[in-house]
Every structure is written in C-alpha cells, then in structure tokens.
C-alpha cells in the first residue's frame, strides 16, 4: 500500500501513455493525472480521471435554458450566474476519479459524504502495510477550551514528546501483534477480517473515491473549511488545488460565493440595516442569542 | 430542439477535434462520441462523454481485494466474478454522459431512475419544437386483456386510422393553440411556464443524463426487458449497444448474470430440486399461487 | 381519482381511529392527519404519516455530541445552533409522508428532488380521471421581460378570456378522445400506456411522497421561495403549514436562518465591510457585475 | 456510551409513555421500541421510532395502480407480488430508526450502505468510553484456505488464548494512553480529535441509523447472509428478528423471494433446462469456468 517505488514507475508509465480522444479535456487536469501529491506523513491524493471541464458546464446549461443563453454572456459569466443562483445540476455535470491514501480517522469522516463512489482496499481480504500517521510535533494541539470540537494552544515540547511516545509505540505494537496473529508460521493463524480490530484508527488504508463537481463542491466547503480537523482540511486543500486547474472558471465562482461567502440569517440581515443606517446594534437590541452575536460579530466587528 | 443540419455539422465538427488524453480511452465509446442515433420517430441517443473502460472496473477491483486479484485471474474474468457476486462498487468506477431526445411521457418514466444526473431542456425558459411523437400503426396496440400494464394485439387498420387521426389532430391544435398564447403579437402573450401546460405528453423533451455503469445497468435491466414499455425499451436497446462497445467485458458479464439471469424464489428451488429428482410437481404441490406459477413454469415449464 | 364523497368519508373514519404509540407523538402533526388541504382548483396536500418532532431532532444531535449538550442549551437553542451551523443530520433523523393531487407539470418539476420516496398513480394501469388545472384569471400573467424565466404583468381581460377558452377546449377535446381511444365498445380499445400521450401537462396526477425534514427543507426553501413558480410555490407553502405545526422550533429556526437569510458572496462581504465604515460603493467600484450589483443593492440597498 | 442503569431506567420510563395517535401502528414493532437488544459482548439494537406497516406498503402500492389492485388480491398476495416483480417503491415506504451499538469494524462496513441516516457519536466532540469487543474463542477462526475473504476452521484453544491476550492487553494499554493523553491533569491534554487515533478498531462506537425499508431489506441480503462477517451478521439477524415483529407480511415475501432465492444466470437457465430434460450436464459441457460451476452445484448438485 506505500507509494513504492513500483508504484511511481507505474504512475510515469501512465503518464508516458497519451492517446487520442474525442471527449473533452482539460489542460489542467492533463497535468495532474497519476501524479501523487503528498499529504500528511504518508498519506497522498492522485489523479485517476476526469469528465468535463469549464465548457462542459456551460454546455449542459445551455441545454436546459436554450438558445436565450447563448448571446448574453460569456462562459465565465454564465458559470458565475449559476453558482449564484444554485443552479446546481449543471456542475453535476462534471465528474472525477481520486486516489487517496488516508488515516482510518480521516476516512471516517470522509466517507459521511454519501453521494459518491468509493472502493477501499480491503483488510478481510489484504493484509494492511505498517504505516500511521504520526502527527509533526506542531500539529499536536491541546483541546480548546472554547469549542467542544477543537484545538487549543500546541503543546508543550515535554508533553508533545510523551504524546508521541506513546502513538509510536502503540502502533508499532498493535501492528506487530497483527502480523504475530495473522502469521502461519507454527500456528494457524487468525482470520485477517479479525485480527485488523487491533489496528489503531492512525493506520492507513486507501481507496478510489469519484464524486461529481457540485458534491465535491459542497465536500471542499465544508472541509477546507477553518472548523475542519487539520488533518482531512489537509486532503481538501489538495484536492482543490488540483480542481482549480481543472475546471478554473467554476473554481473561481465556488470561491467567491461559497468558500468566501457568508450566510446571513434574517436576524442578522435586520441588524446589518440598521447598521449601514448609521445606528449602533448591540447583543441585547439584535434579538440574537450571545453565541449568535459573538460570531455575527467576528464576520461584521470591528 | 430537432436534430437540425446546424446540429449535424456540429456533431461531424465535434468528432474531427481528437486530443491528446492520458486517461483511459475505450475505442469503442470514441466511435459513438456525438454521433446522434435515432430513436422513434424525432428521437435519439448521443454519447457525450464516458469516464472509465472494462480496465477501469479490474482497477478499482484490485484496489479494494489487493494483491490477491493479480495472479488469479484475467480481467474478464475478474469482471464476471464481481458480477456474480454483486460487487457494485467497481462498477460505479465508470460514469457516461448521454444527450437524450424523448417523448414527455417517455421521460417521466426514465426520471424515476433517481442516481443520475439530469439537465433537462426548461420550458419555463425556452420555447418547445412542434415535434410529437406519433407510433407507427404497427405499435398501436390495444389494452392487453390479462396484463392490467401491458399491450395485447395490434388494433386494426380502421381503429389504427382513427387514433392516429386524433393523435396528430390534438397535437397540432395543442401546438397552434400554444403559439399563439405566447405570441405577443399584437398582445401580451403568455408566460411560457403556463402555456406548456397545453402540450400533451408526446412532445419531444431533451437532457444531458449522467450516470454510472452500476446504475445504468440497472436501468437497462428494467428498461431493456419484454415487459417495459415499447417507447422506453427502445432507448434502452438503442443505450445498450453503445455500452457493449464501451466496456464490452462488463457488458457481457451483465447479459450473462442480469438480463439473461432468472431469480428463483425459495419455494422455486425447492420446486425445481423435486423436479431435477424426477417428481412431477404441479401448482397444487407447489406451494406456490395460481399466478407465480403461472411465472414459474414460463420460465421452467416444457 | 377526485377526492370524492368516499375519499372524504374515509378521511373522516381514519380520524376517528386513534390508537396507543409508544413513539414520539406531534399533537401539532396529528391534527393534520389525513385532512385534505385544497391547493389550486382541483389539487391537495394531506399528511398520510411522520416519524419524530422536535424532541427527537434533539435527541439525534445529543447521541452525536454526547453529555456535553445535555446543560448547555435549551431544546430550541440546540435546534438554532445546529441549524446555523449547517449540521444536518439530526434533521434527516424527521421523515415526513404526504398525500399529493398536483397537475403533471407541477409533478416534472417536483420530482427533480431525488432525495425522496415517490409512488405515482400509473397511467398505464389505470384510467387518469377528467381533471385539469384551469388558471384564475389573476394567475394569468404575461412573460416577463426581465427575465426569461419569469412572469410579468397579469394578461388583460379579454386575452385572459382567450386563453382561458383554450385550455378549457383543449383540455376536454383531448379528454374527449382519450375515452374514445380506450374505449372497448364496438373496438379493441387503445392500451391505457399508449392512450395517455394525448393529455395535456395540466390534466392531474397524484402520488404518496416521503422525504426527510433536511431535504424537506430544502425543497421548501427552493419552491416556496419568490422566484419559483406560482403552481409550485403554492403546495410548498401548503406543506410548509403542516410543517410548522409538526416541528415548531425546527420550523423557526429554518425560516430564521434558510428562507430569509442571504448568502453574501466574498466581493459582497468587502463591499458590506466598507459600506459599515462609511464608504460610498458603487458598481464600477464593487468588482461586481451589473446585474450581480443589482441583485446585491436589491437586497442591501435603500 | 455503556448502556448503563439510567438508560435501562430511561428505556423503562420512555416504554411506559403511551400516547394516542392516528397513524399507522404496528403492534409487533410497539413491543420492541426502546428495549435493547444485547449483541456481542457489549454491543446493542434497539427500535426508537418507525413508520408504517404491511397495510401502509399495500396503500402506497394501490395509489400507484389504482382500483384495479382492490378487488384481485389481499394484502399479503400483493406483497408478495410487489416484491416478486421487483417493484420497490411500496417498500420505501415504511421507515425504520434505530439505536446501534457496535465495534468501528463493524461500523465501517455498515456505513458503506449509503441510502441512510445517520447519527454518530463524536469522538471529535466527547469521550469514548472504556469497551471494546473481544471475540468469544469459539468465534476466533482461522482465515479460510480456499477464501480469501472468510474464516476457516476455530483457532486451537492455545492459539486462541494468545489471540485474547493480546486483543485484551493492547485495548486495555490504548485506552489507559487515550486517557493520558486526554488528561487535564498537571498538563495541557490533547485534544480528543487527535487522541482517538490511538485507539483500535474494536471499540464501541454507536448511532442513530434510520433507513427505508427496501434499502434495509437490502442490507440485511449482504449482511445476514453466510458470506458476511460473523460480527455484523449478528446485528443483522438482530434487526431481522425485530422487522419479522414489524411488517409480517413483508418480511414473509422477503425471505422467500430473496433471502432464501436464488440468481441463476443466463448459462444457469440453460443447464438447468438440459439437466430438468435429463441429460448429466458437467463443467465441461456447461459453458461455465470451474469456480462458477462449484457455486452451481453447490445450490443445484446431489
């Protein structure tokens, strides 16, 4: 399962091999197919395929709105309008094919994102590689005290030594203990779909994972996001990077009224009046609850 | 909205553009690419674009089972023992693009197929063509006497002569009826999202639809069978073949396992064991009703 | 197919059935509880069954976060947060089951929604009934010249009288000739699959849906919203009645938060920010688009 | 997270709060709501809401094909005929929410059935408590011989007992370091999102997982059937037991038509036909490879 070196020949071979097509292509997405881009400490994102570029997106509009889309705006522009509008099926339009080597962890909340395809290797089937992701000593936060689903302050030298301590040496055991169970020298040896449940969550695994570009949108906002645990928000900026140059027009729309966009309640929208008409809005006059303040503010203060 | 010369020489532009790819490319899905085939009457199918091939599917297979699958079998075969045991995620690897030409009523059927994608041609947007569907006289068939859902015989030459009369009469009243409601010659003219609502069902629609290879074969399965509709099958005939030549490995698998393949029930295997034994079972012993084994021995039976 | 004196008398008998639950209880959704809700002229909305209220939204939400939210927040103040913050699957954990009557090209434009559980009357297993949406005159409305999907002023009197002649004509001719194609008097009589091709988009249809409150809400927000169709918008405000009394904090929070919030995109939160601090911005000065600053002053300006 | 004396006594307070309701009931489901079902050592099921029952599948199934259905059948006839002919709408109708208690290896195999939702519990947000699943030695076999995804024969009680010692000592050391880690006391503490990388695949996690049910008929074929893993197989014939109680009717149709039915092939229907007319077919003359005629003969041979 490492990025071997049988595996980045393989992954040059790929890249040696350009045939024709008649589908659409794109430039961008050309120059990132099968090429592993690291994440984490052994983790990685690849390209596998992809259908669909900016123009395919514009394409399928067109079917649905007719000829009326066809003099007024320029590609860029009609990508814009339908970002704005949530007009969503045209980017679901576009499709692409990852391969991602990740945490157990990490998979876990990755795959709460239903609406995709995925095939992950199979520890009833294989035998799992010994390799975890052991946070950089930097990485390794205190709980927030503020939010229940956080990271505070990192950690001191002396406790972030101990902390890594104990996760390199847990996994080193736990794995040695899955090769002494599952061995055959001398004993049985114990079914693989068992004795993977000693695996801590910081192993390994991988899979393909294809998802269309309006549920990779929604996938990237809500992980590339700032409240995201660093290590999926880690994977998301990757994969953005990699969607930028595939499809650049929708990348560019996405950002400006998703990633950097803000949702206002009507409450706040009330306020936001009142407060372009010059009056001064405080917490007990907005109507909102503290919590809603605090963080109306840390859009709208100072 | 007809597939106009416009169109052909859009097509036949289209498919002079080869590119350089380095994704998978199947030749035989290059040679469908934008090549309109027709269906009924103003109908048609048009591959747009495909993501994957039968090697595809083996790839994502051997992701999932590892090094396990890479010694023991070839690729087709590896393709039919997913098949055959309903290992649906590797299939899901391939995704196809299709631009449909259909009847209303034809496309209210093909919406119920709900893991697709769809942009679909809006009348609240555009003006509908004056294209209906119209059978030919030798699908004209009265209401089956022991199917509540199905056809009987075709209808004679004079009730054939009569319906088609009303078929296209209505249409063509329904169409001039519609123009000139949206006309605003010499009048306001009515907004185009209420004016459809006097087309009848067997005006032509179109859409981009999208889907993966799991799911279509689905949809062929329901749509490609002797008991769909005529009107719905055809498209689902006139699909298939182009999925046989994209990925024609997992097609075959399909033919095999799927369309091919019988379902027996629990009291049906036990059935069939008595009778593979030399007992003569009859409806009474069977323990089945009159009507499953009315299904039972159509399929078994002499 | 009407909601008869039958359909009526079993409504009523349903009502009178109460039985014991164990289950989470709404007293607000009970009173709905098969009561038919006119919607158009001949159209209806009546809840068949629910699963859940607001309790149990809460109480999915406190299996997630575990002890923390047992102290903190109120039932309605939890509801609020997990709105806020885009958490949606203590939403999903509600399901909702709704009766429908509706014209057939309300129906194509709801069943866009695939996140959902649908059984359609089947018109090629039974007889649609003699049933058309007829527009009130006040519904009547002319293209908008703004916007190509739209409507615009209402039609004046006597092209409203036109208008009205033909879809009434139109309608019943083509009812007309339905009966006589199916008929079996003195003829084979046409199969009922074939024979519904004739009927306009305005003849009625009816189905059982079922859909969770998170995607019910979504539903909600994209048909009951100002720019979706008059046809449409008026079943979403039906059911978004039957909502409101079935899960009232649920229902607050999401008008407060969804139905009248505003997306702000990241050029609209710069402008907003340098509006607050007293700048004078214009288009030219915005980096927006004309009509991307016209959308945005229509919120934001004067 | 154990189920521990107040959630019995809340089991018991929420068992003895009936309430009156015009909904459909289903007295078998009522007797299960809220009580835990124990599965695995410490693992559980349990009924927290439903919706429907055998009568609410007919009633959906009848709006689809009108009058015609009333008179031909009963109820438990059409059920079977629904399910025999594949029509599953009529099954989506019915809803169930359920209560889960289970090992994460267990969970990562369960929540790749996408049609569902689900709440889990957030090891981001709380703390997980000290229970993990250790196998009973009768269940700690060895892997297969001739499958590369199973077990085979039960590992020697020697062998079994150095398995247990170490399942046992490496969950009791991962959870004595999670707790380090988390601790608050003289250090900082990490954060929990972090911590719980080091703990293994055998302990508890739980959810709320509510599902139709035609999706869970299909995940109980995978998952109750003899190839699926033992430790999620007990949950499945758990929830088994639970939707027999529910809908009779439907789960009666279930298990002939799939659970005890068969899928024979195209090649399958051929063999069988020679073998039914008398002639000893053999691999050779079957036109299958060796593994598919193993598997066919397994079901039709001697």
Chains 1, 2, 3, 4 share one sequence.
């Not at 984490?40 to 900016?54: A, F, K, N």
């Not at 514009?58 to 990508?79: C, E, F, H, N, W």
Request: glycine residues 8%; neutral net charge; aromatic residues 10%.
């Amino acid at each position: 399962m490492p990025l071997s070196n049988a595996d980045r020949l393989e992954s040059e071979a790929l890249r040696g091999a350009a045939q024709p097509t008649l589908r659409a292509v794109s430039p961008g997405a050309e120059g990132h197919l099968y090429v592993p881009h690291p994440v984490l400490d052994h983790g990685m994102v690849r390209l596998i395929d992809y259908m669909g570029d900016d123009a395919a997106i514009v394409q399928a509009a067109r079917v649905s709105y007719g000829r009326g889309t066809k003099s007024v705006q320029d590609d860029a522009g009609l990508i814009r309008y339908l970002m704005r509008h949530w007009h969503s099926t045209p980017f679901e339009m576009c499709e692409i094919k990852l391969h991602v080597k990740l945490p157990v962890f990490v998979a876990r909340q990755w795959i709460r994102h239903r609406t995709a395809n995925v095939n992950e290797y199979s520890a009833r089937y294989s035998i799992l590689d010994r390799e975890f992701y052991i946070p950089a000593p930097e990485h390794l936060a205190a709980q927030s005290k503020v939010n229940n689903q956080g990271r505070g302050e990192v950690l001191g030298a002396e406790e972030a030594a101990r902390v890594l301590d104990i996760l390199k040496g847990d996994a080193m055991r736990a794995y040695d203990h899955y090769e002494a169970m599952i061995s055959q020298d001398g004993q049985q040896g114990l079914a693989r779909e068992l004795a993977r449940m000693n695996l801590p969550a910081n192993i390994y695994t991988q899979w393909y994972w294809k998802v269309d570009l309006h549920n990779l949108f929604h996938f990237l906002q809500l992980r590339a996001d700032a409240h995201a645990q660093y290590e999926i928000r880690v994977y998301a900026e990757c994969i953005a990077r990699v969607v930028k140059d595939w499809v650049p027009a929708a990348f560019a729309a996405w950002e400006d009224y998703r990633l950097g966009g803000v949702t206002v309640s009507a409450k706040g929208v009330a306020c936001l009046k009142r407060m372009l008409a010059g009056e001064a809005v405080t917490q007990e006059t907005s109507g909102m609850s503290k919590g809603e303040w605090r963080e109306f503010m840390g859009v709208w203060g100072g």
